[in-house]
């Protein structure tokens, strides 16, 4: 019985080998997972990515937080959806969320922002869908300012274009990172807030846009060279074309809402876009 013995203890040694072997061959070439969603360098700074590293974007009709691409324009803009999605590095989890689309399909959402694909991207680091009808924006983890597009709506429950007079159609206009719409001021002058009092007792109603430092993050169609920052009461307030920029109180913090045009008429609390005039000396 014993060279039995002895054969026993040579097999277990041999299989314990190469168990061992295989072992550390797994150890040292583990297998790489790709994160659903990554931020990538490219020519309009860092951008979010998804499957096979495909540039992501947001849609400026989506400011209120719904998907409006849908029909030929999701043949288009393929939606993003991952149910809980991993992550790279510079991204949190609590910034995205899942809706559900009028279709009844689901889609992810990055600070209320649905998340699309352009189906023209060939290839990883694409970004020919950027700016597209000036609506398209590349997905990036902060914008300063965006663009939204929206039917204007007063505080008195009108429907106002762009040019501040009554009618139907949606405008471009300037809306913070969450979709909170800023508006100008027809009374203040270039880089001059003359509305905000020394101690802030209006500024509940009309509150300061303020920022860190001039915009730096913000959609291509957009000019850098028209953002600056004022110092007014004590705060750091971010201007567009010599405008200085406020956000609205009544509009209770809610995407998309632009109660302000009408108040307290139309034309003293405008929008702003890439076509406003420069603000007068």
């Known amino acids: 019985m014993k060279p039995v013995v002895c054969l026993n203890r040579t097999l277990l040694a041999t299989i314990l080998m190469i168990v061992t072997l295989f ?23 860092n951008i979010m990515t998804g499957e096979g590293g495909k540039t992501l974007y947001f849609f400026a009709s989506d400011v209120a937080g719904d998907a409006n691409c849908s029909g030929g324009c999701k043949d288009t803009w393929p939606v993003f959806y991952k149910e809980t ?20 399909s689901k ?4 600070k209320g922002w649905p998340l699309y694909y352009y189906k023209n991207d060939a290839k990883a680091g694409d970004i020919l869908g950027d700016k597209l009808g000036n609506v398209w924006m590349v997905a990036k983890a902060h914008y300063t300012v965006m663009i ?15 040019d ?17 719409t800023l508006y100008a001021f027809a009374i203040d002058k270039n880089n001059k807030n003359n509305y905000t009092k020394a101690d ?14 001039v915009a730096k993050d913000i959609p291509s169609v957009l000019n850098t060279g028209d953002f600056t920052t004022i110092t007014a009461v004590g705060k ?40 406003s005039p420069v603000a007068p000396n």
């Open 23 to 45: 072992g550390c061959n797994n150890e040292e070439n583990p297998t790489i997972v790709s994160p659903d969603l990554s931020l990538k360098t490219s020519a309009l700074g």
């Open 85 to 104: 999605p991993t992550l790279s590095a510079g991204l949190k989890a609590a910034d995205f969320a899942t809706i559900t689309r009028a279709d009844g």
């Open 107 to 110: 889609q992810t959402t990055y």
């Open 148 to 162: 939204a597009s929206r039917q204007l709506v007063g505080n008195d429950g009108k429907s106002y274009t762009f």
């Open 164 to 180: 501040t007079k009554e009618g139907t159609g949606s405008s471009l206009f300037l809306v913070d990172s969450v979709g909170h």
């Open 200 to 213: 802030l007792s209006n500024n509940a109603t009309w509150p300061i846009f303020e920022t860190s430092a």
């Open 236 to 275: 750091t307030q971010l201007t567009y074309k010599g405008w200085p920029l406020y956000t609205f109180g009544p509009d209770q913090s809610i995407r998309g809402n632009t109660k302000g045009v009408s108040v307290p008429r139309p034309g003293v609390w405008p929008v702003v876009n890439f076509t």
